[in-house]
């Protein structure tokens, strides 16, 4: 048989370029699909990582209300950076940063909050269940007023009966209102002083500052504590303001100033004897589970005031978002 032909000069090595080329346009797809793989893997990893930091974002929001309202924070880990701005009397931005915990991931949200004080019904400048008992110049007055020296008052607003005598108990939650307390104290006899601290500044810290309402450009003038009294409170001088909370019974013994919200649970009086010289702006409610008389007697005088009950419910205010628009991401 003849020999088969030859190949044509322009053919010879045809199947190995196009071999080659075979494998480089297979390799070129698989560097692109392993890139493209590794690139939605980046993506999910990043996704993920600003999921996470978007959660530790919003714990940290949570962990701001919870604190703002006196309640104990959580540790809110991977949290940077925490700002809360005042808009208003009442409304404020709440700015929280927060990573994953790789660090990769980012975020930073804002939410806007109302803080709002208890409302309470206040139907006399005291309220209790039993008669009153007023000797040696003792008075109660329902007439609102400010208190002497406070400029930032409002006009004076309705006025309320001196005293209101109810066989109900008291209308409001008191475990609620007492869990807000700045200071938690056992009973016993007390002096309530201002504390400043050496830079002369108010020191919140000490237990037995309850604020001061009567030097009206103090460094404590603004401080106005909620207090809580876990028994018998007997007060045998000082002066303070905000909430004062008492299990027991409230004896008035010395001479004391108080500016603001008395609840106490069991009775309110003085001595025999009578008090020298104690005042108090604001309103009383008192328990009186036995319904029986209580005495207040000497130089004491209660004034109704919606000035200082308004500056005390502020201490025991707590913030809450607004119902609509509230949350936002910052970026």
């Known amino acids: 048989m003849p020999p088969p032909p030859s190949a044509q000069p322009g053919e010879r090595g045809a199947a ?73 009397e009442s409304i404020y931005l709440i700015d929280v940063t927060a990573q994953d915990k790789a660090g ?61 005598s109810t066989p109900t108990p008291m209308e409001l939650d008191y475990e609620d209102l007492a869990s807000r307390a700045n200071h938690v104290l056992p009973g016993g006899r007390y002096l309530p002083e201002p504390a400043i601290r050496w830079d002369g500044a108010c020191d919140s810290l000490v237990s037995t500052n309850w604020g001061d309402g009567v030097a009206i450009t103090g460094p404590c003038a603004a401080y106005s504590p909620v207090v809580h009294v876990l028994g018998d409170l007997e007060l045998v001088g000082g002066r303070g303001q905000g909430v004062l909370f008492v299990d027991g019974d409230l004896t008035i013994a010395g001479p004391f100033e108080f500016f603001g919200l008395i609840v106490v649970r069991g009775r309110i009086g003085t001595p025999a004897t009578g008090v020298d010289g104690a005042r108090l702006w604001g309103a009383a409610i008192v328990g009186n589970p036995t319904a029986g008389d209580q005495l207040l007697a000497g130089d004491l005088a209660m004034h109704q005031s919606n000035c200082a009950i308004a500056k005390a419910l502020r201490s025991m205010a707590r913030p809450v978002p607004l119902r609509s628009r509230s949350w936002i991401q910052l970026f």
Do not use: K
């Open 16 to 88: 190995l370029a196009i071999a080659l080329f075979a494998l480089t346009l297979l390799g070129a797809v698989v560097v692109a699909a392993f890139f493209a793989g590794t690139q939605e893997q980046r993506m999910a990893e990043s996704a993920r990582f600003a999921q996470q930091a978007f959660g530790r974002a919003e714990m940290g929001l949570a962990d701001v209300l919870d604190s703002l309202g006196g309640e104990a924070g959580r540790s809110s880990h991977g949290v940077s950076a925490v700002q809360v701005h005042r808009l208003d």
């Open 104 to 164: 990769w991931g980012r975020r930073r949200l804002g939410l806007l909050a109302r803080v709002r004080p208890p409302a309470l019904a206040l139907h006399a400048t005291l309220t209790t269940q039993g008669a009153v008992d007023l000797r040696d110049g003792a008075r109660l007055d329902g007439t609102d007023a400010g208190p002497p020296g406070w400029a930032d008052c409002s006009p004076p607003d309705t006025n309320l009966p001196a005293v209101r």
